[in-house]
């Protein structure tokens, strides 16, 4: 049985490895990745530059607002931690219709009038050659306005060091009262919403395919009338298994060939420098780390990610069991479609949940539903970060998905055996309640 076993397993893998559509799809996921990556220098060389400055001339006819403005940007850039200005401020002593060529020469760039406004203290006009970028915009008449209450408070005879108390930052100290919270948390809410899912994204992707393949596999070899001939030289049993392991073992690949496209992309990254936006990135990803392991995560780390790897193989296990006996009581893979709706549907309530996992921070139906099969292994390991669950909660959802395969492996093989050569889609469900009921 262990050599028919093995001949199944590496047959049904190099069909998969080997066929068109495995290397075309890896190429296509090859270049994206790469490209994603390394999409800055990309546009770089077809002519884009994403270190370049906005450009944005100043026509100043009040004599004493262009310093302040100038000012009032760096002050926002501080406000929101920019490294650096995404403007770049220029004095232009001329006519409004001579900015105006500029515009002209360069139609991205920008140009500003301030007036002076007896009754409003000050006026402007923003001149562009098309709409702007609205964080760009809004930050700009931000400025304006900033620039306006300055002029304001220096015309009424308001001493600078007053000015300068006026616009500092204010000085916010955060205290909680719950001791069993803090800061941290609001960090890491953040950290769950938005990294987190993409980290989920592939697990969730490869279930999904893992499901298809398998279905897809099994109904080719019955509409070819080959699950005769295979059926009469291996038991169902051994050709049940070795869908199952053939599958979670082409997902294993897939998903080590994701990795290395993107070690890829990184090591060309490396090779070829990248530029502020990605150094920008950088940062930020080092902010997250920082307070990932600021808030005490970094020690948790030690078993939260082999807990969450061995829990995701065995969501794959019982993903690859439950789309094998669904394939062979279908007849082709229209009819496979139809029954495997309700696994996407479980598969996207759960990465749905994962990735708003800390708006329902405190909810007990949450905390339920991390140990429901299949949904538990994107669900439970969010959960487990954010302080939701514990140790012995991640424990459980492994016992109860290692029951769950147990299960599908005692009542679906003789759903499997019942109905592998059964090319009939009538009372589908009837006959699989009839087979598991069968000794």
Do not use: C
Request: net charge neutral.
């Amino acid at each position: 049985m262990k050599s028919k076993l093995n001949y199944l397993i590496g047959i049904s893998l190099k069909r998969k490895i080997k066929s068109k559509w495995f290397v075309i799809v890896n190429i296509i996921l090859a270049i994206a990745i790469v490209g994603i990556i390394n999409i800055d220098s990309i546009i770089n060389f077809f002519g884009g530059d994403f270190s370049q400055k906005q450009s944005i001339y100043v026509i100043d006819n009040t004599n004493e607002a262009y310093d302040i403005l100038n000012t009032q940007l760096g002050s926002i850039d501080t406000l929101l931690e920019s490294d650096e200005s995404s403007f770049e401020l220029k004095k232009y002593d001329s006519s409004e219709e001579d900015a105006k060529k500029l515009i002209e020469e360069n139609k991205k760039n920008i140009v500003v009038v301030l007036y002076s406004d007896e009754e409003n203290i000050m006026s402007a006009k923003i001149i562009s050659q098309n709409t702007m970028d609205m964080i760009n915009y809004q930050t700009l008449v931000t400025a304006i306005n900033n620039t306006k209450i300055s002029l304001a408070i220096q015309k009424s005879n308001i001493p600078l060091e007053e000015i300068n108390k006026i616009y500092s930052n204010t000085d916010i100290k955060r205290e909680i009262l719950n001791e069993d919270a803090s800061s941290d948390d609001e960090n890491m809410q953040m950290i769950m919403t938005t990294v987190f899912p993409i980290i989920i994204l592939p697990f969730f992707m490869l279930s999904i395919f893992l499901v298809q393949m398998i279905g897809a596999e099994v109904n080719d070899e019955k509409t070819t009338r080959g699950m005769e001939i295979i059926i009469s030289n291996v038991s169902p049993k051994t050709h049940f298994f070795a869908k199952v392991f053939a599958g979670n073992f082409f997902v294993l690949i897939q998903g080590l060939l994701l990795i290395l496209f993107a070690a890829l992309g990184f090591f060309i990254r490396y090779i070829t420098g990248g530029n502020s936006i990605v150094n920008g990135l950088g940062a930020e990803v080092g902010n997250i780390v920082n307070s990932i392991l600021s808030s005490g995560i970094g020690d948790k780390l030690i078993y939260i990610i082999p807990l969450t790897l061995l829990l995701m193989i065995m969501t794959f296990v019982g993903y690859s069991l439950l789309a094998g006996v669904l394939a062979s009581m279908t007849t082709n893979t229209e009819d496979f479609q139809h029954v495997q709706t309700p696994i996407m549907i479980i598969s996207l309530v759960g990465y749905y949940l994962a990735t708003m996992s800390g708006v329902f921070k405190g909810a007990i139906f949450i905390k339920i539903l991390s140990y429901v099969p299949f949904i538990s292994a994107i669900l439970s390991p969010s959960l487990l970060v954010l302080g939701e669950i514990g140790i012995v909660d991640i424990i459980i959802s492994l016992v109860i998905m290692f029951i769950t395969n147990v299960l599908f492996v005692k009542y679906g093989l003789k759903i499997y055996k019942a109905g592998i050569l059964n090319y009939s889609s009538k009372g589908l469900w009837k006959k699989m309640l009839k087979a598991m009921k069968s000794k």
